[in-house]
């Protein structure tokens, strides 16, 4: 056998005992263990560790410092995974933001489950970009319509006039929505939220229920109002390099784990606006909850145009999967009829 075969077999073996040899990765997320960060995480965990001898070292929220904090530490490979809610990502990945853009996705959660499992967008277009910027991206999930909680009702824009409402930080869209919307945004990360709305630096934000919930939002506003311009979402993704350098096995595995939680978290996506507002009206019984009619939404709508076209002339990919995305969610609707 010549040296440089002989080599070559060796070199093959070794990577193939690399990959095969039990390694920890660590993962993570934006929320915390029970959140829908957190369980899909855990069911990755529970994946990866029940069909390898590999381990998964879980972070929540907190932990790891702030979503900015995280984001670093995953490109620079000091993190294996990283889930993040797609609102704090427009800034790095402007791409993102398309999921902040008003009044694009839909309410209904069965059009949302076709869409993430069959978007041209999330599983064609998306992996590209995230990849020129040093990850590897394995899953958008929904986490929930988006619900604004506020201290004074508000039916338009004109009543939202002056009001400080927090949004997620390094959203450039998140901001000229709020704006479009007539008030004034506030950029917060989650850990200044409780803060700001306790010492009225803010006057409303907006969340899915299941976290206003959990987190106790509804305690500290007085009305919470269903405008139906967005949807909650978050992505995971691996840092590019780890995920290249894993043998033909392993990437395997982290496609199968990330497959299968992204199942378990579709499964659990549909309840989770049943749960998160079943628990507020049970257990905050005088909360004024409102929805806003179609005529009310209808001026909402409007002033979102502007921010559609915003996001669209920032650049052409942008314009691009702003395009494709409304393919995407005439496909769902039709689909799912
Ligand atoms: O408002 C936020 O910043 C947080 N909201 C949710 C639903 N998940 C994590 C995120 O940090």
Redesign the pocket.
Same mark, same amino acid.
């Given at each position: 056998m010549k040296l440089t075969k002989f080599k070559g077999l060796v070199l093959a073996g070794m990577l193939a005992a690399t990959s095969m040899s039990a390694a920890t990765w660590k993962y993570a997320f934006? %929320?915390g263990v029970s959140?829908p960060q957190g369980i899909y995480a855990t069911a990755f965990k529970d994946f990866v560790e029940e069909n390898s001898r590999h381990k998964i070292e879980l972070y929540k929220?907190g932990s790891l410092g702030e %979503?900015a904090d995280m984001m670093e530490q995953a490109k620079a490979g000091l993190l294996h995974f990283i889930g993040q809610?797609t609102g704090y990502m427009g800034g790095t990945i402007p791409q993102m933001d398309v999921f902040t853009v008003p009044y694009v996705l839909p309410t209904d959660t069965k059009q949302l489950d076709y869409f993430f499992k069959n978007s041209k967008v999330v599983n064609e277009m998306l992996p590209k970009i995230f990849n020129k910027h040093g990850l590897e991206l394995l899953a958008i999930f929904p986490?929930g319509e988006m619900a604004v909680t506020t201290m004074e009702e508000f039916r338009s824009p004109a009543d939202l006039k002056g009001k400080k409402m927090r949004v997620?930080p390094g959203s450039p869209i998140l901001v000229e929505t709020y704006e479009a919307f007539g008030a004034s945004p506030q950029p917060m990360t989650?850990g200044d939220?409780v803060g700001a709305l306790k010492t009225g630096m803010v006057d409303g934000q907006e969340?899915?229920t299941v976290?206003i919930e959990a987190y106790g939002l509804d305690e500290l506003t007085k009305v919470l109002t269903y405008t139906g311009h967005g949807h909650?979402n978050a992505s995971v993704s691996a840092n590019k390099n780890f995920f290249d350098g894993l043998g033909k096995r392993d990437k395997r595995l982290v496609q199968e784990a990330a497959k299968h939680a992204q199942k378990v978290i579709l499964e659990e996506a549909q309840k989770l606006d049943a749960i998160g507002i079943g628990r507020i009206v049970k257990t905050n019984p005088n909360y004024k909850i409102n929805m806003l009619t179609e005529e009310e939404r209808a001026v909402f709508k409007k002033a979102a145009q502007k921010v559609q076209d915003s996001f669209a002339s920032k650049s052409a990919s942008n314009k691009k999967i702003m395009d494709q995305i409304k393919r995407d969610l005439a496909q769902a609707e039709k689909n799912t009829k």
């Open positions: 934006g %929320e959140d929220v %979503e809610s986490e997620m989650w939220l969340n899915p976290w909650f």
